[in-house]
């Protein structure tokens, strides 16, 4: 019951006026039928969502609108919720109820809210959310991970046996720690390794944690919100973690990392959570990492320098590439491999060549020690194709560090792993009279200096720097 005042009228007819502007007042569209289906009331906002106008009052509703379920309403005396309605350029979503009195039906009421605003927004949110799709896939394509298995050439036990756990592993979501010297190819594990797992077709974001400063990497790596600090960007900045979303991140040369970082990055893979700088909300993410180093991690360890949890936690699957030096007989695939990608890359740009190496040349090859691995070995066979004049890789075309440091074979078919003492004697005596003529000089002169020092004649000392094949 109303409860009444000595200020408000509650006659009858102002009782009706009442009801009418609570109606009016109403956020959603209401229309209200007698018992004989003649509508007797709609409020603006019924005009509004469905375009009835206030002079179907009076009329019967199924005459002026076919197509209305109310009146049904006064027969089976049901309510119906969520009726989806649609007109030429309106879409609404209708509630439906008989109106009861003592038992009797007085009429039926509807009440209804538009979807037209809804959809508009559903449809831009669609347009954004497409858009957004479209960039992923394009971050996604730029961040592409190009090796495969495949490109891990070489049938070294060690190597195979480390591929061979890769392989195993990669479909795993175990954070992976690779482990080798600068060059062997950790990188090309990582890659790889994203390739073979279900997530080959997402980002694959390479971290170098040695290469960003550390008051850097943290906001690289976890993004930051707007404001955090002056100079942030407007709206903030996505992470590489967020962007690394259901792909893998890459974190290389993660023994360089802080030791604040560090904590950081166990809670990432504990909590699988970040959150931006400056922001106070976390944000959930699934990303698989694989860490690398060429450090000693547990020497890092001892030394307080990197944490003992994260190293229990990145360690969970280790995997450590051989260097190149304890697994020599791979250098002719490698080189093989290596001179290949070159030639297609000359094809590429319309040329066609077919390298060759001299039997000599890979002897050097495989005598040198590599201390730069398989990186090095790729800049060596990219000097030689350049210096080569024609097909054929000779010794004249490696670079000097590698004919100084090697100790040559004498053309004798045997593996340069197996010298005889008398290959041994020759490669001693060539890096002996090298050094020798390098800190004498090459012109006439300080050539018969150094083969006084040597005791040998000048007469000798050419004749075994044509039989070396030392070009001064
Ligand atoms: N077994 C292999 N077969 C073919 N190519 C290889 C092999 N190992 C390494 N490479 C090539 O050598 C180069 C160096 O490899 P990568 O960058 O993966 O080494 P890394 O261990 O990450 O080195 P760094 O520690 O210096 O970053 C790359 O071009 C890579 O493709
Ligand atoms: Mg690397």
Redesign the pocket.
Same mark, same amino acid.
């Given at each position: 019951m109303l409860q009444q005042n000595n200020t408000t009228d509650f006659s009858l007819e102002s009782q009706i006026e009442w009801w009418k502007a609570i109606v009016y007042s109403i956020n959603d569209g209401v229309l209200v039928i007698d018992h004989e289906g003649i509508v007797r009331l709609i409020n603006p906002e019924y005009t509004q969502i469905t375009g009835v106008t206030p002079d179907i009052i009076g009329k019967p509703l199924k005459e002026y609108r076919p197509g209305a379920q109310l009146t049904e309403t006064l027969i089976d005396r049901k309510c119906k919720v969520g009726v989806y309605r649609k007109t030429e350029d309106r879409e609404y979503m209708v509630d439906m109820a008989p109106i009861i009195v003592n038992n009797r039906i007085i009429g039926a009421v509807s009440v209804c809210k538009s979807l037209t605003e809804v959809h508009k927004l559903s449809q831009e949110l669609k347009k954004k959310g497409e858009k957004l799709e479209q960039l992923e896939k394009r971050m996604n394509s730029l961040y592409q991970a190009k090796?495969t298995f495949e490109? &891990? &050439? @070489?049938k070294n036990g060690g /190597?195979r046996e480390v591929v061979y756990v890769a392989e195993k592993v990669s479909e795993s979501e175990l954070p992976i720690l690779v482990t @080798?010297e600068? @060059?062997? @190819? *950790?990188? /090309?594990f990582a890659q790889a390794i994203h390739n073979k797992s279900n997530r080959f077709n997402r980002a694959f974001i390479p971290v170098n944690c040695a290469a960003i400063p550390s008051s850097l990497l943290e906001s690289e790596l976890f993004g930051y919100g707007e404001g955090a600090f002056t100079n942030a960007k407007k709206g903030g900045k996505i992470g590489l973690f967020e962007m690394a979303n259901n792909g893998t991140i890459f974190l290389?040369e993660i023994g360089d990392m802080s030791y604040d970082l560090q904590a950081k990055l166990l809670r990432v893979l504990q909590e699988k959570k970040i959150r931006r700088i400056g922001e106070t909300s976390e944000r959930e993410i699934d990303v698989r990492i694989i860490a690398?180093t060429?450090r000693d991690l547990e020497q890092l360890v001892n030394k307080n320098r990197f944490r003992e949890d994260l190293f229990y936690r990145l360690n969970v699957i280790s995997l450590h590439i051989p260097p190149l030096r304890d697994r020599k007989e791979d250098i002719p695939d490698?080189v093989q491999?290596l001179l290949q990608s070159t030639e297609m890359n000359l094809l590429q740009n319309k040329f066609s060549l077919s390298y060759t190496i001299e039997k000599q040349t890979m002897n050097l090859l495989q005598m040198y020690e590599w201390p730069g691995n398989?990186?090095e070995l *790729?800049n060596v066979m990219d000097y030689a194709t350049c210096m080569a004049e024609g097909t054929v890789i000779k010794t004249d075309h490696l670079s000097e560090i590698i004919t100084k440091k090697s100790v040559p074979l004498i053309e004798s078919g045997e593996s340069p792993l197996n010298q005889t003492l008398q290959e041994a004697m020759e490669a001693a005596e060539r890096n002996f009279i090298q050094d020798t003529i390098k800190r004498f000089g090459h012109d006439i002169d300080e050539k018969k200096k150094a083969a006084k020092v040597l005791g040998i004649s000048l007469a000798t000392l050419y004749n075994k720097l044509k039989r070396h094949k030392l070009h001064f």
């Open positions: 090796y490109d &891990i &050439i @070489g /190597l @080798g600068s @060059g062997t @190819g *950790k990188e /090309l290389d690398a060429h490698i491999f398989v990186r *790729k």
